[in-house]
């Protein structure tokens, strides 16, 4: 497994949480990376994404404002802190990779994790 997102969990709507996506066997250092999320019964949807060199973040309209996307290239993680959560955030949240430049749609990128899920509880 090349990518390993972790932080998942039940957390209450207002509150916060931060997923973690690991570079297990990848080196993510020249790779722009995304989190996307699939709700049940629904297709998976672009959430955040992030450039390789780090400057360059674009998020969903959906969690703009309340989504942070990072990297740390020591630690070879991104992360994805989210605040005031809300139920319709409830998803299995992925992290995925593509060379260089961000992307927003799932086929543009080629390297998945195997994803985290979270439930907000109203």
């Known amino acids: 497994v090349q990518l390993q997102a972790f932080g998942g969990g039940l957390v209450q709507a207002g509150g916060s949480l931060r997923l973690s996506c690991v570079g297990s066997?990848?080196?993510?250092?020249?790779?722009?990376m995304g989190w996307f999320r699939q709700a049940p019964g629904k297709e998976r949807e672009f959430v955040a994404a992030?450039?390789?060199?780090?400057?360059?973040?674009h998020y969903a309209d959906s969690v703009k404002g309340r989504f942070t996307i990072s990297r740390d290239a020591a630690k070879n993680t991104v992360y994805l802190q989210m605040s005031t959560l809300k139920p319709e955030d409830t998803a299995v949240y992925f992290c995925?990779?593509?060379?260089?430049?961000?992307?927003?749609?799932?086929?543009?990128?080629?390297?998945w994790g195997q994803g985290t899920q979270f439930t907000v509880s109203s």
């Open positions: 995925a990779a593509r060379s260089f430049n961000i992307a927003t749609i799932v086929s543009e990128y080629n390297t």
């Open positions: 992030v450039n390789w060199r780090g400057g360059l973040t």
């Open positions: 066997t990848l080196s993510l250092g020249t790779y722009a």
